[in-house]
């Protein structure tokens, strides 16, 4: 088990007895965060980015450290998110081992990482850790909440857990709840980590790692970030020269397809803990924002206290599909709210705002130029 903390990152102490949802205690927690560009006078012009389940919080590349961030095509001065006017705090969420605490961090009470001990987590937890740091950070109201994939979640978790925190939002591939089809697919995630024998019940170390079952996650959850249509295009039925194949295995990768997702897999599962991978992965699939605020998902959406909402979806995404985001903006404007719909037509499914951003880039330029 290990942390892997961006050099810049700063942190926020969470209350001494830290109360989760489902259940159990966290002490002497602390969520990890990055701001860049200068918060003004009236502290009025503060945005807070919620990420994805793998996301740090090094967003944007910034003095403090001038490393690409993982969203660095859209914030910085004069880009969509333009730090030349926002200040902008991203945090990384609680339960991930990107600096906030969560399984791989040392348990105070034993002196050992959580590790499977870490108590049950849910989309909630994330969005009140979030809540407060944005206060302790001494921002009483947000100009917008940005969420984005599983942060579109822990958006809408926030907005409703803390009425009045922030004056707009603006949900980016996200969901009101997940739907059988990614719950399936995140179940199949967590059965390749924990079916690994090196797994070991969540007792692993850097020696006897569940190497074979992260590969096999996150080779599931890339053919979800991305289109067939993608795939198409991309690779379609194109082999690997012979010269090329490393494996001997007759029933190794033979397309190009596959040494893709094998190299994308091999580069990420030494760079995530697999408990952290299991516990988000879950809490996405338990939330439900009607079940977490007593009703339904629409009266949810209809109670928001916001003034303005863009709500973005991607025709191809699979993992979030369309009719998510239509679910959200259709909720929000039943409570009264102007609210703004796309819906993109580019080929690169879920992580099309990660790869995408000039399609994304001018909607939330000019939603943010509004504020």
């Known amino acids: 088990m290990r942390e892997f903390i961006p050099p ?9 007895d830290f109360p989760l949802r489902r259940g159990g205690t966290l002490h ?3 969520i990890a965060y990055e701001t860049v560009g200068r918060l003004d006078e009236d502290r009025d012009n503060a945005i807070l980015i919620l990420t994805g389940l793998s996301p740090d919080a090094h967003a944007a590349s910034h003095p403090e450290d001038t490393a690409p961030g993982w969203w660095e095509e859209m914030v910085g001065p004069g880009k969509p998110v333009d730090t030349d006017r926002w200040y902008v705090i991203c945090v990384n969420s609680l339960g991930s081992c990107k600096g906030s605490t969560g399984p791989a961090s040392v348990d105070p009470a034993s002196g050992d990482p959580y590790g499977p001990d870490f108590p049950e987590l849910s989309m909630e937890d994330i969005a009140d850790a979030a809540a407060h740091t944005v206060r302790a950070l001494g921002v009483e109201r947000l100009a917008c909440v940005i969420g984005t994939s599983m942060g579109g979640m822990s958006a809408l978790s926030l907005l409703a ?8 939002h603006m949900n980016i591939c996200g969901a009101a709840r997940s739907l059988p089809f990614s719950i399936a697919v995140r179940s199949l995630q967590r059965e390749a980590i924990r079916f690994d024998p090196q797994w070991n019940r969540g007792r692993y170390d850097a020696e006897r790692y569940p190497q074979r079952g992260m590969l096999t996650a996150r080779k599931l959850g890339m053919m979800t970030y991305r289109s067939p249509q993608e795939w198409d295009s991309r690779f379609g039925r194109t082999r690997i020269t012979p010269e090329r194949r490393r494996d001997t295995d007759p029933f190794g990768p033979a397309f190009e397809v596959e040494g893709y997702l094998e190299c994308h897999a091999h580069r990420f599962s030494r760079r995530f803990d697999p408990n952290s991978y299991l516990y988000l992965s879950r809490c996405m699939d338990q939330f439900d924002l009607g079940d977490s605020c007593g009703g339904t998902v629409e009266d949810a959406l209809g109670r928001m206290r916001l003034e303005r909402a863009l709500v973005i979806g991607v025709e191809t995404d699979l993992l979030f599909p369309l009719r998510q985001q239509r679910e959200i903006a259709d909720g929000l404007a039943a409570g009264g709210l102007d609210v703004e719909f796309l819906a993109l037509d580019s080929h690169q499914g ?3 705002f990660l790869t995408d951003t000039d399609r994304f880039g001018a909607p939330m330029a000019k939603f943010l130029a509004a504020l």
């Open 161 to 168: 857990r803390h009425p009045g925190l922030a004056r707009s």
């Open 8 to 16: 810049a990152a700063r942190f926020v102490d969470l209350p001494a």
């Open 28 to 30: 002497g927690a602390r």
């Open 350 to 352: 879920h992580d099309a």
